[in-house]
């Protein structure tokens, strides 16, 4: 508006012409292809640090061990227990319910819990930032996201069997005995302590029997690792896409759901390996005479000299159930359990790391600035 009051046009700007008028007008859906998508964005979800999956997964991972350990016991004593008719423990809460009565909690369900956490603390830790590494160069080269996760699960366990399979050895063997001198389960082994069992066994066997039964270890856990992995990713997406939480991420519950999920599908597709891992890993050392050995108290027990030999000689004399599915309930039970609680450990850790290094409590490097 003019002082007069008169509604007059605005004069032009000479100085810096307006050329948009000599410019072609695109359609608005042509332009809105070179929009920066800025909300999009800031969903997609940055890897987390090296230093945060390394903490992360052997926290996550040696606290589900530890508070998983006794129904491992009970699945050891399932699937080692001498061939007798009938045998000392009928199902899985039987195997618990007796051991807790006759030997207790620290040197009857929790035997063998030195050991196991020996090697599961840098087992854990090794085996994470392995899998995590080969997950990420795998995507980043054009990878399918199975094969990254199948590829990145297998790598992880291998390179962790190193360290576990000797701890392993001396787990399982003190999980079978129980207590020192004990008189409620025959196992042809006494050791004092874990100490004393890596002692003995070093001097009668020698120190490759730390690695006794490493190939049916590694045929166990490489695939259990690498479809446990691969089904909790997959889960995950689903899990998020479900949930659709406006941070992205999944509430405990079902980080909780999707680890249990998770381990029970891969822990039962891996027990006849199992059953066969804890049979090599178990038996007394072969004599020179005879290709079977007799535990004082048992029947004649049969030594097997591979892992194919022990599928085949189980499937043939004890059937699917109670030959390579033996102890399948506690396995299951195991290993979804432990799944569950390693994984949601595991991510919120992660989360835990993360808030603490915005508020700038966390002394490593974040991922924006590395």
């Known amino acids: 508006m003019s002082p ?4 007059t046009s605005p004069a032009p700007n000479t100085s810096s012409p307006n050329h948009s008028r000599f410019l072609p007008q695109l359609p608005l859906a042509t332009v809105s ?6 909300a999009a964005s800031s969903n997609v979800e940055a890897d987390p640090p090296y230093i945060d999956v390394l903490i992360a997964g052997g926290l996550g991972g040696t606290i589900a061990d530890f508070l998983m350990h006794s129904v491992d016991t009970v699945k050891t004593r399932l699937q080692g227990q001498p061939a007798v008719n009938p045998p000392k ?12 009565r006759e030997e207790g909690v620290a040197r009857g369900l929790y035997s063998g819990v030195a050991p196991a956490m020996t090697g599961s603390l840098p087992g854990t830790t090794l085996y994470f930032g392995t899998y995590e590494y080969t997950k990420r160069t795998l995507t980043a080269a054009g990878c399918p996201d199975t094969i990254a996760h199948l590829a990145g699960g297998s790598l992880g366990d291998f390179c962790a069997s190193f360290i576990y399979v000797p701890s392993e050895v001396l787990k399982t ?4 005995q129980g207590r020192y001198n004990n008189p409620s389960f025959v196992s042809g082994y006494n050791y004092k302590n874990t100490w004393h069992a890596l002692q003995m066994i070093i001097k009668h066997d020698g120190a490759s029997a730390l690695y006794q039964g490493y190939r049916a270890t590694l045929m166990r856990d490489v695939p259990f690792s690498a479809l446990q992995f691969a089904f909790y990713e997959k889960l995950k997406v689903e899990a998020k896409l479900w949930e659709a939480r406006p941070d992205g991420q999944m509430s ?8 249990a999920i998770a381990g029970g599908m891969a822990g039962f597709l891996t027990t006849p390996l199992d059953v066969m891992k804890t049979l090599l890993q178990t038996q007394v050392k072969r004599p020179s005479s005879s290709k079977s050995t007799t535990v004082p108290g048992a029947s004649t027990q ?3 000299v591979g892992i194919w030999d022990g599928l085949k000689w189980n499937l043939k004399h004890h059937g699917v ?19 569950a609680i390693m994984f949601v450990f595991y991510e919120q850790a992660l989360h835990l790391q993360e808030n603490m290094r915005q508020l700038g409590k966390w002394p490593y490097a974040s991922h924006a600035t590395s």
């Not at 007069?4 to 509604?7: I, Q, R």
């Not at 292809?33 to 800025?38: E, K, L, M, N, R």
């Not at 405990?252 to 680890?259: H, L, M, Q």
């Open 4 to 7: 007069d009051g008169d509604t």
């Open 33 to 38: 292809q070179f929009s920066v998508p800025v």
């Open 89 to 100: 423990y009928h199902n899985m809460f039987h195997a618990y319910g007796t051991i807790l």
């Open 173 to 176: 063997r003190m999980q079978l």
């Open 252 to 259: 405990p519950p079902v980080e909780i759901a999707c680890g």
């Open 302 to 304: 049969k030594y097997y």
């Open 321 to 339: 159930i109670f030959g390579l599915f033996r102890g399948v309930g506690p396995r299951v039970s195991w290993t979804a359990l432990q799944s």
